[in-house]
């Protein structure tokens, strides 16, 4: 109730109701909703989120279509060729389509024209990274000697930088062959790297996901067809099997799933060395949440297992592990690894003995400071888990004597997957940009 007040007179209430009408320009000037109002704000969302998802398409398109003008790697060339009007054509379609249908059509045609045609396209050419060789070679190997390591490497080819249990993933060829098309896609192990990356992403999303009828399909496949998978996955992919395992894995302990997650362990640890920071990580997730009979069960399940799939190899081939597995990526061989991004480890190991030893210098310095950052504060969820496992790749990748720029892609998914499918936090504005991003 509004009052007015004379001089000299008592106050009067006045209602608001019968209030003089505004006089002059302000009563032709309606009230005006400001940019706070709920409702205009849910009017807004969906075209930014349209415009944000269309300027993603475009900058991978462009991503695409820088490999055939900077590259000169075949592999890439071809897929930035066929990958950049993939990305183009999603954008059209994103704009073009009614918002209904518009997100599903762009990401199909994002992963059929960034993904599976340019990945089938090379398997029946034959045609993939020298990786993908090398697990195939190792499954015959392990099929004929016992061994997937060759005994006296004297090329860059040679060489085996996996732990044991990377030759499954070449298995398929080995008993298949190539002898007709159908067997020449199934056994690749392009194929198998894929199959099991995304089974592992699904399966955390189902574990983390509050509300189980959300649909993982659309945010998959955006994150499948991103030029961050996709490229690895087209080309070669052997370490993203590596990170949808840690994934699962994170995710499993946050549950509080010890022994499984223990067994997942025991496949990342014995894929790749890099996957063992993984470890800790989990036995301190479920200290911190469910208490050390949990913790204590994944781990010595996870060493359990890992010793008992590479200690037959230490105990016979020690010396072979040693210099095909730790120290040809490290470059401390006479046949320098393949692997060389200018990243800060790299550029100072190109500086001779010195530099080299500043780099791994730094590497056991960075790897010290991330430890005590995850002891200090033991991570309580699966994305904190993720995150702590994030910043310490990143940290190797970065600061190692070898190393390539596709690497990146394996803490830039710890980040990115375990935020989308636990769904949006308080303040946690990271997951509201990746959710605006999916297409």
Known sequence: MATTRTPGAPEQAVCPLHEAPRSGVAARIPEQRTSTDPASRARLRPARRRTVQVLGCAVAAGWALAFPLVSDLPNQIFWGTVAAP???????????????????????????????????LLVLQ?????????????????????????????????????????????????????????????????IWFAVTFLACLLACW???????????????????ASPL??????????????????????????????????????????????AWPALPVAALLLWRLYGRRPAARATLT?????????LPYLLTQGQ???????????????????????????????????????SLTLLCLGGLG?????????????????????????????????GRFGYLALPAVLVIWPRLAAGPRPRDR????????QL
């Open 86 to 120: 993939a990305y183009g054509l999603a954008a059209v379609l994103r704009l073009a389509l009614p918002r209904r249908y518009a997100a599903r059509a762009a990401a199909g045609a994002a992963v059929l024209g960034a993904v599976l045609l340019p990945l089938v």
């Open 126 to 190: 034959g045609r993939h990274q020298s990786e993908v060789m090398v697990v195939e070679r190792s499954a015959v190997l392990l099929l004929h000697t016992g061994s997937p390591y060759l005994p006296d490497p004297a090329r860059v080819t040679d060489y085996d930088p996996y732990l044991p249990t990377m030759a499954l993933f070449g298995l398929p060829r080995a008993l298949l062959g190539s002898g007709n098309p159908v067997t020449t896609v199934l056994g690749d192990a392009r």
């Open 206 to 224: 189902r574990l983390l996901r509050p509300q189980p009828a959300a649909s993982p399909l659309l945010p998959l496949a955006t994150l499948t």
């Open 229 to 274: 998978i996709a490229l690895a996955l087209v080309v070669g992919g052997v370490d993203l099997p590596l990170i949808g395992v840690c994934c699962l894995a994170l995710a499993l302990a946050a549950k509080g799933r010890a022994v499984p997650a223990g067994l997942v362990l025991v496949l990342a640890c014995t894929l790749k060395w890099t």
């Open 302 to 310: 996870a060493v359990a297992g890992g010793l008992a799939l590479v």
């Open 320 to 358: 072979v592990l040693r210099e095909q597995v730790v120290r040809f990526p490290l470059g401390l061989t006479a046949v320098h690894t393949p692997a060389g991004s200018p990243l800060p480890g790299k550029v100072l190991a190109g500086f001779g003995p010195t530099g080299h030893t500043i």
């Open 370 to 402: 991330v430890t005590l950052w995850l002891l200090a504060y033991p991570p309580t969820s699966a994305v904190a888990a993720c995150d702590v496992l994030a910043v310490g790749l990143t940290v190797a990748f970065t600061l190692a004597p070898a």
């Open 430 to 437: 990271l997951t509201t940009i990746l959710t605006g991003v």
